[in-house]
């Protein structure tokens, strides 16, 4: 459940970007803007649950394996 959670979370921040880019240039800045800082802590919190920890293991495989 946990890899199809991480598995949408990235293709949201995908399509999130693309709505940045396309808000940007049609002159909304903020909103582009705050896409942007949205992307950014998407990937922030995706890339914490997939780091490994010191003994190799990831946070999202040890959540995977408690259930």
């Known amino acids: 459940m946990?890899?199809?959670?991480?598995?949408?979370?990235?293709?949201?921040?995908i399509a999130m970007s693309a709505?940045?880019?396309?808000?940007w240039r049609r002159g909304h800045?903020?909103?582009?803007?705050?896409?942007a800082l949205?992307?950014?802590?998407?990937a922030a919190n995706v890339a914490i649950w997939l780091a490994p920890t010191s003994d190799g293991d990831t946070l999202a495989g040890?959540?995977?394996?408690t259930r």
């Open 2 to 13: 946990t890899d199809l959670i991480i598995s949408i979370v990235v293709l949201a921040a």
């Open 19 to 23: 709505a940045a880019v396309v808000a």
């Open 29 to 35: 800045r903020k909103q582009a803007g705050l896409m």
């Open 38 to 42: 949205l992307v950014l802590t998407m």
């Open 62 to 65: 040890a959540a995977a394996r």
